[in-house]
């Protein structure tokens, strides 16, 4: 008789503590679709304003070069990223109705632009290591001579990649739709050793990019460490243009390391979460540091730009200038 109060209690708390529980979740979806808009909004104004600089500089100049190709090509490409990343989430969790095609256009949307973000700044990286690297290596010197080339072999190659990809891929998601359709085909075995291809060509995608740009962040460093100790044998100053280019460089292909590692281990979590609504803590979590890599990194490329951070603090001066004056004119 005693415990009968006592259920009556808890039967109270439950229905308490999911009211709570929802509200916590109503909060956190709330922040994280302002910090997610935040993110695009500010990663598409450093990637635009990246590819307005160089076009811009291309018009009265005539010609542009290797390293502002790749950047302006990246910076394309990351703002399709970010937007793709906004919309899908959108479209998830405020359980917008799309159509199949518009699913598919996602999805290999995201495939496509996520791939180019990925393999052109690890061209980047190897870009910078072939024009600052300074090794007496016969294959490195041969290498240096053909920086174009190389480039562009190295693209190609990204490509036999991004096909079976988009494959892979887009059979998956037509799979799942099929699946919460009702039909059997997602129980099959087949449908199993197709996702589990697609994964494999996916972190095959991602890996082979990652490590050729920490074997470039590995050799930009002991180039750096070599040259300064050349420095210091015939007592010279460390702050010469070849130190400043490595230091820069070296800056650029950590931050990409670093800020990708992130992207890497949010894909890794949410797949093994892909089961869970995208309105789980988990999901929130890694959409955000999701979106976080290119948009961030955009900014530190542009900092590291003599060019375009020059006319991006020209920019904010004028911004400045321009509020004050509209302060002062009453």
């Not at 919309?87 to 969790?93: A, L, T």
């Not at 087949?190 to 962040?217: E, N, Q, R």
Request: with cysteine; charged share 15%; glycine share 4%.
């Amino acid at each position: 008789m005693k415990l009968q109060p006592v259920i009556q209690e808890l039967h109270f708390i439950s229905p308490l503590s999911k009211t709570i529980w929802s509200d916590i979740m109503s909060i956190l979806v709330s922040t994280a679709a302002i910090v997610m808009v935040a993110e695009t909004v500010l990663g598409t104004f450093a990637n635009a304003f990246i590819i307005l600089v160089n076009c811009t500089d291309c018009i009265k100049r005539r010609k542009i070069s290797l390293a502002n190709r790749i950047l302006t090509a990246l910076a394309i490409f990351r703002i399709g990223l970010l937007w793709i990343i906004l919309m899908n989430w959108y479209s998830n969790v405020f359980h917008l109705v799309l159509s199949l095609q518009v699913k598919y256009s996602i999805c290999a949307g995201w495939i496509v632009t996520n791939h180019f973000n990925t393999w052109l700044a690890t061209i980047l990286s190897i870009h910078y290591l072939l024009k600052i690297g300074s090794f007496s290596n016969l294959i490195f010197l041969v290498l240096k001579g053909k920086i174009k080339t190389v480039l562009i072999a190295v693209f190609l190659v990204s490509l036999v990649l991004l096909f079976p990809n988009i494959i892979m891929v887009t059979n998956c998601e037509r799979i799942q739709v099929n699946g919460q359709r009702g039909n059997l085909t997602g129980k099959t075995k087949g449908t199993y050793f197709l996702k589990l291809t697609a994964m494999m060509i996916f972190t095959l995608d991602t890996m082979v990019p990652f490590t050729t740009s920490t074997i470039c962040f590995l050799l930009l460093i002991y180039s750096l460490c070599k040259h300064l100790r050349k420095m210091r044998l015939y007592q010279k100053g460390t702050q010469d243009l070849s130190t400043s280019a490595h230091i820069k460089a070296l800056q650029a292909v950590i931050s990409f390391l670093l800020l990708f590692s992130m992207f890497i281990l949010s894909l890794i979590i949410s797949g093994y979460n892909y089961r869970k609504s995208l309105e789980e803590p988990v999901h929130l979590i890694c959409l955000i540091i999701g979106a976080l890599y290119p948009s961030s990194h955009s900014y530190i490329l542009l900092w590291g730009n003599k060019r375009i951070k020059q006319a991006f603090v020209l920019a904010l001066v004028q911004m400045r200038a321009r509020l004050w004056l509209k302060e002062q004119k009453p």
